[in-house]
């Protein structure tokens, strides 16, 4: 069966032998049948999908592949573009620091209904930093990463929308991935935004002045949430320094009006997050030029990149 696959993906496929879509469907590594599919815990759920552990098992002795399958939040829902949008986004991203597509999971009829994906048995970075004391040169690594993964989707043109450490991916102590492509969207050539409006539950914290102002989301306010996932980072992702927490912390004297009406008041006052304790100078500089109020003031991930290179050194 391997060999069959190697063959069929060198474009040898032979009509004798695969005469019906039936069995294409049996040999396309993509393509995962639900039935082979055994649950083994949860993983973890945001505001749209839900992640969970699968076994897929074909030979049915227990030696299968782990998988992570996410899956919309409301099933009966009719799938949704974005759904499918967040699929094909996947599919079309091959880099060391990004989150791999394996195939999907097609319901009778023929809908898409999960995505699968590899698993990263250490989960997001939410649920890895807060165990480890790690030194400040592993955060820039990993910060690094996180850019590098960032400078290959701008270069595809697209915008994340959702960086943050949640949605960063460890699959061991020196490499992590970018996942949840979930808000991603295409910018067009020759354009540099692109404008949404979306109803509620936005990860306004993470989201640039413009973004909460006019709802304008370019590559610079990527980069905003890469500040702020940062600041996530540098803190280990203590929940009690958590960027919500700590905006809201701010927030205080100003009670009785909508949240991100204070938080864009504030933002225009020049309040930003406090810099984290340990963080060396340079770090601290950078962090800000990435929260800078005008978009053009921001580094790109290229410089971004360079930067941590040398910082680490
Ligand atoms: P949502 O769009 O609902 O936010 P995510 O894709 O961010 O969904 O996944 C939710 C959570 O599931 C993540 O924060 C992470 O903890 C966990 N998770 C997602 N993908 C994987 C994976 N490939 N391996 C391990 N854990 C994962
Ligand atoms: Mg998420």
């Given at each position: 069966?391997?060999?069959?696959?190697?063959?069929?993906?060198?474009?040898?496929?032979?009509?004798?032998?695969?005469?019906?879509?039936?069995?294409?469907?049996?040999?396309?590594?993509?393509?995962?049948?639900?039935?082979?599919?055994?649950?083994?815990?949860?993983?973890?759920?945001?505001?749209?999908?839900?992640?969970?552990?699968?076994?897929?098992?074909?030979?049915?002795?227990?030696?299968?592949?782990?998988?992570?399958?996410?899956?919309?939040?409301?099933?009966?829902?009719?799938?949704?573009?974005?759904?499918?949008?967040?699929?094909?986004?996947?599919?079309?991203?091959?880099?060391?620091?990004?989150?791999?597509?394996?195939?999907?999971?097609?319901?009778?009829?023929?809908?898409?209904?999960?995505?699968?994906?590899?698993?990263?048995?250490?989960?997001?970075?939410?649920?890895?930093?807060?165990?480890?004391?790690?030194?400040?040169?592993?955060?820039?690594?990993?910060?690094?990463?996180?850019?590098?993964?960032?400078?290959?989707?701008?270069?595809?043109?697209?915008?994340?929308?959702?960086?943050?450490?949640?949605?960063?991916?460890v699959e061991n102590d020196s490499l992590v991935k970018i996942g949840d492509f979930g808000l991603t969207k295409y910018i067009p050539e020759g354009e540099i935004y692109y404008r949404v409006r979306e109803d509620g539950d936005s990860p306004v914290f993470w989201y640039a002045i413009e973004c909460l102002k006019e709802s304008k989301f370019s590559f610079s306010s990527d980069v905003w949430s890469f500040g702020v996932t940062l600041y996530e980072i540098l803190t280990r992702c203590d929940r009690r320094q958590s960027p919500p927490d700590k905006f809201f912390e701010m927030m205080k004297e100003a009670q009785g009006q909508m949240t991100v009406v204070i938080l864009i008041k504030l933002l225009e006052q020049g309040l930003r997050l406090p810099c984290p304790k340990d963080s060396p100078h340079e770090v601290k500089i950078l962090m800000e030029r990435c929260w800078s109020a005008d978009p053009s003031e921001r580094p790109d991930f290229e410089s971004l990149i360079k930067k941590f290179q040398i910082l680490r050194q």
């Open positions: 069966l391997r060999e069959l696959i190697e063959l069929m993906r060198k474009g040898f496929v032979i009509q004798s032998v695969m005469p019906s879509s039936e069995a294409s469907a049996n040999t396309d590594p993509t393509v995962f049948h639900k039935r082979y599919l055994k649950q083994v815990r949860i993983l973890g759920e945001g505001h749209f999908g839900k992640v969970t552990l699968y076994l897929y098992d074909p030979a049915n002795d227990g030696k299968g592949e782990q998988v992570a399958v996410k899956s919309l939040k409301q099933e009966n829902d009719k799938i949704s573009d974005g759904w499918i949008k967040e699929i094909e986004i996947l599919k079309s991203l091959y880099h060391s620091n990004i989150v791999k597509y394996k195939g999907c999971c097609t319901e009778l009829g023929g809908q898409v209904v999960q995505l699968i994906m590899e698993y990263l048995p250490l989960g997001s970075l939410k649920d890895y930093l807060p165990k480890r004391n790690l030194p400040m040169s592993h955060c820039l690594m990993f910060a690094q990463q996180i850019c590098q993964g960032m400078n290959y989707l701008h270069s595809k043109r697209y915008v994340h929308r959702d960086l943050a450490a949640r949605n960063v991916l």
